[in-house]
């Protein structure tokens, strides 16, 4: 073998060889794993709400609870509850299939997010307002990740070690009655592994280094458990949580046991000091495909068993998948050679991050020290997008394009505008402005002589970015007047220079995203926006204060021209060689500058202007 270790004498048996074979290959993933470091400070809680959109609708009607009951988009089960699952139902059928195979399926479009979307904020803020600090992250709609690590610490510190098994879990620091009673000495709820759920008293089964850890772990279950009682007795839902150290773990570990139910991954995590042996992270992960572990994307996956299988693997995205197809991430882990370096060779490429080797192998073993992010006033980007069949005439394009903008615009006014001012227009106030305007495609695969078509992972998104128009933050107008004009003005002459050819094939995704979030002053306290109205007028009064004329006259047409910029420059000749296409990705603008002929990226185009007016 190579990495400078000797291969063992081949014994009398092919088995024997290969146990020895893997055992030392498991040595050098252990000494790999020196390399790495895992934040078991921390008590992470993952939350999973139980189908989600069948859930939403079953609040708004009970008694659907009862009843088989399908959420369609397009032609597609995108989810049911559980008791049409119980009657053969699964998500992505096919809907003719499902009616099918349970005739009285009780089928609701779920085309409109409107209200899967505001009940996902409700809950949001319900188990946010559980934590002491803000570190609370929504993952899509129906997953939430809490950071309890200040509240575990603090209870930690008042448990009185004599009396375990009579502890109280204190919520408010200033209300001494305000938690639940709980018994320390045991995890509450489902652990992983099932064997190792035993008392924290039993010392002969616990090592000292990991007693604190099994102690926090025990306190984080309770308060999931806690906290998941209060959320189905008071908003009516069901969630499946997990417990653990980090996102990645506490995520995995939450899918042991569905529905309506909670696991810990318990201690000991590392290489144990006694048997030498690895922790139950990597009996868990260890079984997992690649392809289930967050943060490894479907091309990483399939690159991955593409390497280890030595072909191709044949099966497509979000289907049941041939076992032999599948790739543990022990069979990657454990590769002979296998480690960063290893696997920037197989991942790396143009445009992929430097660090995708190390990430990688971090994930392999159960590593991840990303932090749960501060909830945020207002989001990154606002994206609506839709899939298709096929679009293949300009006119459905354009058709589609109408009805995405309507979406995205009301999207940004309720997102966007503080919701704690008035209703007359002229008094409500956007939190943020985003600055960029994003048009997304991704074009269908080409048919098969037989008519059938492959799924190619590599046919990925194009897309093209402009500066988004200030007419869009006009209050005064409907949503449909301005994404009328959003399409006429902005994303025709977009989607035209995607395809400059006037042939697109077919498409099967169009995505329209505003980005470049600005935010206004006060929206939050590590807010670096400002209020660029405010702005504008304090600059209109100092520049009048100014006593020389030549100096006035300087500033005023300085702001003519910045305010010319925040109109988007509407007779501005902008330079649209420079656009790049990307996936998902911002790109930086460019505007041709009159005088000089010189490439300037808009955001500092004023101050280029200005340099331009200094007299010589």
């Keep these: 073998m190579s990495n400078g270790y000797v291969e063992p004498r081949r014994n009398a048996t092919d088995q024997v060889t290969k146990n020895s074979d893997m055992r030392i290959t498991s040595m050098l993933a252990l000494a790999g794993m020196a390399a ?9 809680i993952h939350f999973d709400y139980d189908c989600f959109y069948a859930s939403v609708l079953e609040a708004e009607n009970p008694a659907l609870k009862s009843l088989p009951l399908a959420v369609q988009q ?19 059928q096919l809907i003719r299939e499902a009616r099918q195979i349970c005739p009285d399926v009780v089928i609701v479009l779920g085309e409109d997010l409107t209200k899967f979307r505001n009940a996902s904020k409700i809950l949001y803020d319900f188990l946010k307002g559980f934590l002491w600090t803000q570190r609370a992250e929504r993952l899509g709609f129906d997953e939430v990740f809490l950071d309890a690590t200040d509240m575990i610490d603090y209870n930690m510190a008042l448990l009185n070690p004599y009396d375990l098994a009579h502890s109280f879990f204190f919520l408010d620091k200033q209300d001494p009655t305000n938690g639940f009673q709980f018994d320390a000495t045991k995890f509450c709820g489902p652990t992983y592994p099932e064997s190792a759920g035993i008392p924290l008293s039993d010392n002969t089964r616990i090592e000292e280094s990991q007693r604190t850890l099994t102690l926090r772990l025990i306190l984080g279950s309770h308060l999931a458990h806690y906290i998941r009682s209060r959320l189905d007795n008071e908003c009516g839902y069901t969630a499946t949580v997990g417990i653990s150290t980090s996102k990645l773990l506490a995520k995995l570990v939450g899918n042991t046991h569905k529905p309506n139910n909670q696991t810990a991954l318990i201690p000991p995590y ?12 990597h009996r868990f992960i260890d079984d997992h495909e690649v392809g289930k572990i967050p943060g490894i994307g479907f091309k990483s996956a399939h690159k991955l068993r593409t390497y280890i299988l030595h072909r191709e693997a044949k099966f497509k995205p979000y289907t049941e998948r041939d076992d032999k197809d599948q790739v543990k991430v022990r069979n990657v882990r454990l590769s002979s050679t296998m480690g960063p370096s290893k696997l920037l060779d197989i991942l790396g490429g143009p445009g992929t991050p430097r660090d995708i080797g190390f990430r990688t192998w971090e994930l392999l073993n159960g590593v991840d020290n990303s932090e749960v992010r501060e909830a945020r006033a207002v989001p990154k980007q606002i994206s609506i997008e839709d899939s298709y069949m096929g679009v293949e005439n300009f006119w459905d394009v354009k058709k589609q394009l109408h009805l995405l903008s309507t979406s995205l615009i009301q999207r940004m006014r309720t997102d966007l505008i503080d919701g704690n001012q008035g209703t007359d227009g002229e008094d409500l106030r956007w939190m943020a402005h985003p600055r960029t305007l994003r048009l997304s495609t991704r074009r269908r695969s080409s048919k098969n002589a037989d008519g059938s078509r492959d799924y190619c992972f590599t046919n990925g998104r194009t897309s093209r970015s402009a500066p988004l128009p200030n007419f869009i933050f006009n209050l005064a107008e409907s949503a449909e007047v301005v994404a009328e004009k959003l399409v006429n003005d902005c994303l025709v002459s977009m989607f035209r220079k995607l395809y400059p050819d006037k042939s697109f094939g077919e498409l099967s995704l169009i995505n329209v995203a505003v980005t470049n979030m600005v935010e206004s002053a006060g929206v939050e306290k590590q807010s670096s926006g400002r209020d660029i109205g405010k702005m504008l007028k304090q600059q209109r009064s100092d520049a009048a204060s100014k006593s ?64 331009h007016r200094v007299p010589d």
């Design 270 to 281: 590392g290489l144990s000091a006694i048997s030498r042996e690895e922790g139950n992270i």
């Design 74 to 92: 397009k032609q597609i089960v995108v989810t049911c509850n559980y008791e049409a699952r119980r009657r053969g139902l699964r998500k992505l």
């Design 548 to 611: 020389e004329k030549g100096t006035e006259n300087f500033h005023q047409d300085f702001l003519a021209q910045d305010e010319s910029f925040l109109n988007n420059h509407s007779g501005a000749r902008v330079d649209e060689t420079t656009w790049e296409e990307s996936d998902e990705e911002e790109v930086l603008s460019t505007q041709v500058c009159d005088v000089c002929g010189s490439h300037i990226p808009l955001f500092a185009f004023s101050a280029h202007a200005l340099y």
């Design 36 to 44: 790495l470091r895992r934040d078991d400070s921390r008590v992470i």
